[in-house]
C-alpha cells in the first residue's frame, strides 16, 4: 500500500491549511490551543466561516450542500484544522442527526431541518442516556403516549451535551411498553423551547457543565415531528451511534495535543536542567503514542472507505483506540507540566486567566485537560459495551 499522498490531495491539503491559517479568528485559535474554554459563540462563528467557504457540512452529499469529499479528503480537513487549533466541528447535527434525516426521514423532514445544520442556525443535541439506561441502552424509560395527534413525553434523560445551548433534540422514548426492549422504542425530534422541557447542568470534575440533565414533564411532541417509522427508534439509533463512534476518535484533536505534548516536553526540564523530551523514558513514551497514533490513523481511513458507507463493527475498534489514545496523550501533558500542572481550579481554563503557578501558561490547564479526557471512554457507548460489540460482530463469540 502506498501511504504517500497523490500530488491533488497534497494540493487539497495546502488549500485547507492556508485557508485555516487565513480565516481562524485568533481569538478562538488561542483559547483551544491554550486549554481554555470554548463557547457557544466560538463554535457558531467558526462554523458559518467554513460555510461561507462551502466547507460546512465536510461529510455530507453535495445534494444537502456538503461538500461531496472522499473519506481521505475528510480526513485530510479534519486533520488540518484540528492541529492549527480549530476547535472540533459539533457533530451531533452533522455527523449524528444529519445522516439519519438523510438515511430515514420523510422528505418535509429533509427539506425542514438538514438545510440549517451547517450553519448551526439551529443547535441540536442528542437525548439517549437516562439515569438507568446508558450502557444499557434498550432499557430507556422516558415516554412518549399518543393522544390524538401529539404525544406527551415524560421522563429523563442524562449526559445531554451542549443540552443548554440547544434548539433541538433527538430523542429516543419508549412508545410500546408492551413490547420487546428494542422493538418498542421511537425517536422524536424534540423543540428544546416546549413547555415542560427543563434542562439543569450536571459538573465534571474540570469544573464545566458540558453534559447536562434534561427532564420532560407532559411534553407535547406533534406526531409530524416523529423521524422515520413508529418503533423503529432503535434501527435509527444503532446507525446514528455507528457515525457517532467514527467521529469520537479524534484522529485531529490527537495529532494538535501530540504536537502541543512535544513542545511542553521540550520547554519543560528534569532535576538537571536538561529538557524532559531528551529524557529517554519520557521520549520513548511520546514515540509510542505517536506509533499508536499512525495505526489509528490507517485503521479509521480503512472504516471510512468501506464500500457499503455505513459503519460497522469497526467503529467500536477506532472509537476505543482514540478515546484511549486521547487519555494518554492529556496524562502525558499533565505528566510534564508536572507539579505547576497540579494546582487546580476551573476558573484557569477562562480566556485571560492569570496564571497561578511559576511554570509556563500552558501548565495550569493540564490537570483540567487531563480530567475532562477521562469521559471519552465513556460517552458514545463505554469501553466495555464497545469491546462486548466486537466480540460479538467481529470475532464471533
Known amino acids: 500500500m502506498d501511504l504517500r499522498f497523490s500530488k491533488e490531495e497534497e494540493s487539497f491539503r495546502q ?29 457558531v462563528r467558526w462554523h458559518r466561516i467554513l460555510h461561507a467557504q462551502g466547507w460546512g457540512a465536510p461529510t455530507w452529499p453535495k445534494e444537502w450542500g456538503g461538500t461531496g469529499w472522499n473519506a481521505l479528503q475528510r ?15 459539533l457533530p451531533f447535527g452533522l455527523t449524528m442527526i444529519g445522516p439519519v434525516l438523510m438515511k430515514y426521514a420523510s422528505q418535509a423532514h429533509k427539506e425542514r431541518f438538514l438545510p440549517r445544520i451547517p450553519m448551526v442556525d439551529e443547535f441540536w443535541c442528542q437525548g439517549y442516556s437516562e439515569p438507568g439506561a446508558g450502557s444499557d441502552l434498550a ?26 445551548f440547544a434548539d433541538w433534540i433527538f430523542c429516543l422514548v419508549r412508545t410500546d411498553p408492551e413490547a420487546k426492549a428494542q422493538e418498542g422504542i ?28 434534561t427532564w420532560f414533564e407532559e411534553v407535547e411532541v406533534p406526531v409530524e415531528n416523529l423521524l422515520g417509522e413508529e418503533n423503529r427508534g432503535w434501527t435509527y439509533a444503532k446507525y446514528l451511534l455507528g457515525h457517532e463512534r467514527t467521529g469520537i476518535a479524534g484522529i485531529g484533536h490527537c495529532y494538535r495535543e501530540l504536537r502541543q505534548l512535544k513542545h511542553y516536553a ?17 521520549r520513548d513514551r511520546i514515540a509510542r503514542v505517536e506509533m499508536d497514533l499512525l495505526a489509528l490513523e490507517m485503521l479509521l481511513l480503512r472504516v471510512a472507505t468501506q464500500a457499503a458507507g455505513t459503519p460497522g463493527p469497526e467503529a467500536s475498534l477506532v472509537k476505543i483506540r482514540g478515546s484511549e489514545l486521547q487519555q494518554d496523550i492529556a496524562m502525558l501533558q499533565m505528566e510534564v507540566a508536572g507539579p505547576n500542572g497540579w494546582p487546580y481550579s476551573p476558573d484557569w481554563l477562562e480566556p485571560g486567566a492569570p496564571n497561578p503557578s511559576s511554570g509556563p501558561d500552558w501548565a495550569p490547564p493540564a490537570a483540567s485537560t ?11 457507548g463505554s469501553t466495555e459495551v464497545q469491546k462486548n460489540i466486537i466480540s460479538k460482530m467481529i470475532i464471533g463469540f
Open 186 to 213: 421511537s425517536m422524536l425530534l424534540i423543540d428544546m423551547k416546549s413547555p415542560g422541557v427543563t434542562v439543569r447542568p450536571i459538573k465534571t470534575l474540570d469544573g464545566g457543565h458540558d453534559v447536562n440533565e
Open 370 to 380: 487531563y480530567f475532562d479526557m477521562r469521559k471519552t471512554t465513556i460517552y458514545g
Open 266 to 282: 521540550s520547554e519543560a526540564t528534569d532535576g538537571r536542567g536538561r529538557p524532559l523530551i531528551e529524557e529517554p523514558r519520557m
Open 15 to 43: 488549500e485547507v491549511r492556508a485557508f485555516v491559517q487565513a480565516s481562524l479568528p485568533a481569538d478562538i485559535r488561542d483559547k483551544v490551543l491554550g486549554h481554555r474554554r470554548v463557547e457557544k459563540d466560538d463554535y
Open 75 to 89: 480526513l485530510i480537513f479534519e486533520i488540518e484544522t484540528l492541529q492549527a487549533g480549530a476547535p472540533r466541528m
Open 139 to 164: 432499557s430507556l424509560r422516558t415516554s412518549a403516549v399518543r393522544r390524538g395527534d401529539k404525544y406527551i413525553v415524560n421522563g429523563q434523560k442524562t449526559w445531554t451535551t451542549m443540552a443548554h
